[in-house]
């Protein structure tokens, strides 16, 4: 049965995974999904630093990958495929990836695949629920928002995207300005929980526009110019700026995902229509109620798939390369990262 090692170095997850399926078989079975999280080498600097999280793939990823082969209880003649994410994201890991993908793949005589990241999560909702093409995804992560129409392996349709900042980003920025630490979304959304959004009026970007792009940085300039205004911040002010920062990007997001909704059901042939999110954000539980509510009102079923598969991991790079090798694909092996790759 066809068994992939997938590996995933393109920001700041250390992963490596491998899954197995059947030529026929809808879903896939993942035997180990390993990821050693960055998140303490760049928690002090607020953000991911290339060159760091470069330098810890390199030192992290032989054992990840043994805890993969391990916990999966293969050794290498069960593996089929060597998959590796070769873009888009941060040059240093992505080139960390592929190298030491293709040189497993050259020292055992393995196919190699070179797997968009963003393939990887397009695929996700397939591997763990045996969804059938076409659908919609809504990716919302801290490098990337989109919506993409999922016509089949291969045949994606970017139909909407950030103009400026990605969802994940702008959670980030607002935890930074308000002294709520790395990463942000969490905090945000915990410290919102608390807050009243109404207190301050805060832009809704883009909402009421026809074209169905995503936007953020108005927000956040807005955000910012009223937390300066009020000076030093009390803990009420910081709950209520999060609450008013969430509930605005919710209606915001409400809005745009509607539009790519209605483009759906005006240009598909779909007995039942689909939405899967994915995503670090795609754990916000605001946003994810929002979600579910809006697509029960346009009759759109909604998937989100388990958060450990929504973030950052290896078994949907391992998944997408299983797609692309039980489809008869491989890769040559000086084919080249690239830190920018639209779908
Ligand atoms: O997909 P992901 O794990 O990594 C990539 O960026 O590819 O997404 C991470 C992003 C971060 O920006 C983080 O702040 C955001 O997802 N995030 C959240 C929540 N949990 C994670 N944003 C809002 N609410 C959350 N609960
Ligand atoms: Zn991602």
């Not at 076409?134 to 993409?148: D, R």
């Not at 998937?303 to 998944?319: G, R, V």
Request: net charge negative; with cysteine; glycine share 10%.
């Amino acid at each position: 049965m066809p068994t992939v090692l997938g590996i995933e170095t393109s920001c700041d997850e250390t992963a490596a995974a491998i899954v197995r399926a059947g030529a026929g078989d809808a879903r896939g079975e993942i035997l180990s999904n390993i990821i050693y999280s960055q998140f303490g080498e760049h928690a002090r600097y607020g953000g991911v630093v290339p060159e760091i999280a470069a330098r810890a793939h390199a030192d992290k990823l032989d054992r990840v990958i043994k805890a993969a082969l391990s916990e999966a209880g293969t050794d290498w003649d069960a593996i089929d495929a060597i998959a590796a994410t070769a873009g888009p994201g941060l040059i240093g890991g992505l080139i960390v990836g592929t190298m030491t993908g293709k040189a497993i793949a050259l020292a055992r005589g393995k196919p190699f695949l070179a797997v968009n990241h963003l393939e990887g999560h397009a695929l996700t909702p397939r591997l763990t629920d045996g969804q059938p093409f076409p659908y919609l995804l809504l990716l919302v992560s801290g490098g990337h928002t989109q919506m993409v129409l999922v016509r089949g392996l291969g045949d994606y349709e970017r139909w909407a995207t950030t103009i400026d900042d990605a969802l994940g980003e702008a959670f980030d920025k607002t935890a930074k300005l308000l002294d709520l630490g790395y990463p942000g979304g969490p905090a945000v959304e915990k410290m919102a929980s608390t807050g009243d959004p109404d207190r301050f009026a805060l832009p809704r970007p883009l909402k009421g526009e026809a074209r169905p792009d995503f936007s953020f940085s108005g927000l956040k300039t807005a955000l910012r110019k009223t937390a300066t205004d009020l000076g030093a911040l009390t803990d009420r002010d910081v709950a209520d700026l999060c609450a008013g920062f969430q509930k605005a990007v919710t209606e915001t997001l409400e809005d745009r995902v509607t539009r790519s909704l209605a483009r759906y059901r005006a240009e598909i042939t779909d007995i039942s229509p689909t939405l899967v999110v994915a995503g670090g954000v795609a754990a916000n539980k605001a946003i994810r109620a929002m979600l579910e509510r809006v697509c029960a009102e346009h009759g759109f079923a909604f998937l989100a798939p388990p958060m450990e598969l929504c973030s950052d991991n290896a078994a949907m790079i391992a998944w997408a390369g299983l797609e692309r090798f039980r489809r008869g694909e491989s890769d040559p092996l000086d084919i080249a990262p690239r830190p920018r790759w639209p779908l």
